[in-house]
């Protein structure tokens, strides 16, 4: 006979939405009026808060009824791109559905700016614990949970990796030979457009990237901005993923590449002061994996080398400050107020001392030996 059922996890456990920052406000009555058409079924007034820890596109939590919805759309500020490309995310998170089941069911679509100002999907939420920076109090976090989940998280990129894109409808139109130099040439460029302080770091390690480009692993479905913090976990068993979220970089290219951006935002406890300071994740709690743990347990997965494993390190590091820098020239410039913003380029500078000492060292640990 079964026991009695185990009790529900704390809601503060669960990622929670706060109301909505000034400026970034969404026209209720207007999306009220388009949820109706797009998606019948539900009913019920409509309410809207917003999920603040993001740093690029806008993330609310609509609660239609009695349903829980999340909302994408661009920044404000922003110029319409590849990467705030709304109708894009939405088609990869439904090829996705069908042959990966750890992403949220998209339900609708809007191309028309006059609705909310922007365009915009809205997909299904999938309750769970987000790990940010700042974990909610009593949350078991012991080195015996961060072990298991260090391992399910890479684990799980393996698997990401290991996605039949094309049945997924995804490769039409990629172009992934020449993936690695097209990258880093591409956000070298970006960082050229955004630069707004002298960081001579940072000119270097595009020079070196440049100069290194190893050959390339064969193509795969890559996330590009896998992470903690964009992980859903079960409440009751932190290494059950329920769901990856912000797929709005994603593409066929270099699964190695992918592997660079997840090294980039896995800091280590012994990294140097400044780098720890930015709070990527929770990374550093006892119990994780470093990075050279995390890549040998990639490699062993996947069956890839990583020989070249310092190039996506630099790479990884470079790529996140190339991305601090355009939200920050942003900030500079008046077109987002989130004083969040106001620090980055504190990041950039350390994002850019990390990347040099490990081109000094050739290692991705221990930067400070």
């Known amino acids: 006979m079964p026991g009695p059922p185990e009790p529900a996890p704390p809601a503060t456990f669960l990622d929670q939405p706060r109301a909505v920052r000034a400026g970034e406000e969404l026209d209720v009555a207007g999306l009220a009026v388009y949820l109706a058409t797009a998606l019948p079924e539900l009913t019920g007034p ?59 069911r998209p339900l609708a679509y809007c191309a028309d700016a006059a609705v909310i100002g922007a365009p915009f999907y809205v997909m299904e939420r999938v309750p769970g614990v987000i790990l940010r920076a700042r974990p909610p109090a009593g949350l078991d976090l012991g080195p015996a949970v961060m072990g298991r989940l260090a391992a399910a998280c890479v684990d ?16 039409e139109g990629s172009h992934p030979a020449g993936y690695a130099a097209r990258q880093v040439e591409g956000w070298a460029r970006r960082y050229q457009k955004a630069r ?19 050959p390339e692993a064969s193509a795969t479905l890559i996330h590009n901005d896998y992470k903690y913090d964009n992980l859903v976990l079960a409440p009751d068993d932190l290494a059950q993923i329920r769901a990856v979220l912000d797929w709005e970089m994603a593409t066929i290219g270099d699964p190695l590449m992918d592997l660079g951006t997840t090294l980039g935002y896995w800091v280590d406890p012994a990294d140097p002061p400044e780098l720890q300071a930015m709070r990527f994740g929770l990374t550093t709690l006892p119990g994780n994996l470093d990075r050279p743990a995390l890549v040998q347990r ?65 290692r991705i640990d221990h930067l400070l030996d």
């Open 46 to 104: 409509l309410t809207v808060a917003q999920f603040p820890q993001g740093y690029s596109n806008l993330t609310y939590l609509l609660r239609l009824g009695d349903h829980d919805l999340v909302l994408r759309r661009p920044p404000f500020g922003v110029a319409a791109g590849s990467a705030h490309d709304m109708a894009r995310e939405y088609r990869i998170l439904a090829g996705l559905c069908p042959v990966y089941p750890r992403v949220p």
């Open 156 to 171: 799980n990129l393996v698997a990401i990796h290991a996605v039949d894109y094309a049945a997924a409808g995804l490769g």
């Open 196 to 214: 707004t302080d002298d960081i001579p770091p940072i000119e270097r390690a595009a020079g070196w990237l440049a100069a290194h480009i190893p």
């Open 298 to 362: 990639y490699a062993q997965g996947s069956g890839r080398d990583v020989a070249h494993v310092v190039f996506y390190y630099v790479y990884g590091l470079f790529k996140i400050a190339v991305i601090a820098q355009q939200i920050y020239a942003r900030y500079v410039q008046g077109l987002t107020h989130d004083e969040r913003f106001a620090a980055l380029l504190g990041a950039i500078r350390a994002l850019g001392a990390a990347a040099e000492q490990a081109i000094a060292k050739n």
